[in-house]
């Protein structure tokens, strides 16, 4: 049982660094797709409020439709009673594909009750995660790569980003207070 273990053990530790691996050559390739086209954070925020004024509980780079690099944006508004999920491309910000899903089910909500409250607390504090993403990119000379509003006691946001310079970086951002907390260095 005790060598079933250790070679458990041995093969986990022999997986772990070309996971790590392909976590950074993902962050290298999102830094290349966003550095090759003309979209940007700045110029898709008022795209993206044109659509809903919502709270926005994620923002990721990733592949659309496995063919380019997009951001895609989650929106929830209680106000129209929809989830906006939203794909711009990196390469010259067209909008390509807007789905909007009803909050409600037969007039059950389709939020549990932490994104509830999350969602109200970033409401209430007046939060802009757009326009904090925006600062975080020049203060860190860093693109972010995801986004996505978290409640674990505190409401927050954790946002993932990279650069050639620091490598990739967690930051958690207290919605109450706007304060900004370093999680890992990854280089």
Same mark, same amino acid.
Do not use: C, W
């Given at each position: 049982? !005790?060598?079933?273990?250790?070679?458990?053990?041995?093969?986990?530790?022999?997986?772990?660094?070309?996971? #790590?691996?392909?976590?950074?050559?993902?962050?290298?390739?999102?830094?290349?797709?966003?550095?090759?086209?003309?979209?940007?954070?700045?110029?898709?925020?008022?795209?993206?409020?044109?659509?809903?004024?919502?709270?926005?509980?994620?923002?990721?780079?990733?592949?659309?439709?496995?063919?380019?690099?997009?951001?895609?944006?989650?929106?929830?508004? #209680?106000? #129209?009673?929809?989830?906006?999920?939203?794909?711009?491309?990196?390469?010259?910000?067209?909008?390509?594909?807007? !789905?909007?899903?009803?909050?409600?089910?037969?007039?059950?909500?389709?939020?549990?009750?932490?994104?509830?409250?999350?969602?109200? #607390?970033? !409401?209430?504090?007046?939060?802009?995660?757009?326009?904090?993403?925006?600062?975080?990119?020049?203060?860190?000379?860093?693109?972010?790569?995801?986004?996505?509003?978290?409640?674990?006691?505190?409401?927050?946001?954790?946002?993932?980003?990279?650069?050639?310079?620091?490598?990739?970086?967690?930051?958690?951002?207290?919605?109450?207070?706007?304060?900004?907390?370093?999680?890992?260095?990854?280089?």
């Amino acid at each position: 049982m !005790k060598l079933l273990k250790i070679g458990v053990f041995a093969s986990l530790l022999s997986v772990v660094p070309f996971v #790590q691996a392909d976590d950074q050559q993902e962050a290298t390739l999102s830094l290349m797709a966003i550095s090759s086209g003309s979209a940007n954070l700045v110029n898709l925020a008022p795209e993206v409020r044109t659509i809903s004024t919502g709270v926005i509980t994620e923002i990721q780079l990733d592949d659309y439709k496995d063919s380019i690099f997009a951001y895609e944006f989650k929106v929830v508004d #209680q106000t #129209q009673g929809y989830e906006h999920d939203l794909s711009y491309s990196v390469q010259d910000g067209a909008l390509l594909n807007h !789905k909007s899903e009803s909050l409600t089910t037969f007039g059950v909500s389709e939020l549990d009750n932490d994104e509830l409250l999350a969602i109200e #607390q970033v !409401k209430k504090a007046g939060f802009d995660i757009l326009q904090k993403v925006v600062e975080l990119e020049e203060k860190y000379s860093a693109k972010v790569l995801e986004v996505e509003l978290e409640s674990e006691g505190v409401v927050f946001y954790e946002v993932e980003l990279a650069s050639n310079e620091i490598g990739r970086q967690k930051i958690l951002i207290n919605v109450a207070t706007g304060e900004e907390i370093p999680v890992m260095k990854h280089n």
